[in-house]
């Protein structure tokens, strides 16, 4: 049996393919096409008739270091929560403009950056990024107006609770429009 032209591009195709899906080039390849998708991509906010008020904020947190932060002492404050995963392209895409926003915000508004992965995992890729984020761990579930199947999952919450943002997916976090409702929510 003689093998075609078309059997081998298919071939070549199939391979390329299954790299994609299942290895490291792949998962920086999806990391890429979120990271392009962001450029058009910012938060948006939520309807106003359609905000939804944060009515339990017991949700227990631990950082990096094991200690515990309670999610209700945010209550009253502007909060940007955003719930990740190493092993998760859009989150890995977005985290840098997360990082950029959290460097100018960080005294204004309470972050939690909140994994959904293990601890060991979690610290190697911060210190190899050089991240300086507050990352959490929970201990206790989510509350159920941020409970989310998918990640990255992210939460921009107004002083008086109304979760105003509430994006699925990789947007770009460090756009003048995010920086322009977090200043808005900072005057209320």
Partial sequence: MKITKEQISNGIWILAILLILFTPVGFHARV???????????????????????????????????KQFSFASTQGKVVVVNIWATWCPPCVAELPSFADLYKD????????????????????????????????????????EMDSSTIPASYVISKDGK??????????????????????????
């Fill in 105 to 144: 915000y960080q005294d204004k508004v309470v972050f939690a950056f909140v994994a959904n992965d293990e601890r060991e995992k979690v610290e190697a890729f911060i210190k190899k990024k050089g991240y300086v984020l507050p990352v959490y761990f929970q201990s206790s579930p989510t509350p159920s």
């Fill in 32 to 66: 890429i096409v979120n990271k392009i998708k962001m450029f058009v991509m910012s938060a948006d906010e939520v309807d106003r008739d359609e905000q939804v008020t944060l009515e339990n904020y017991r949700w227990d947190l631990v950082d990096l270091d094991g």
């Fill in 163 to 188: 979760i105003v943002v509430d994006e699925k997916g990789a947007v770009d976090w460090n756009s003048t429009a995010t920086r322009e409702l977090l200043d808005e929510l900072l005057a209320e």
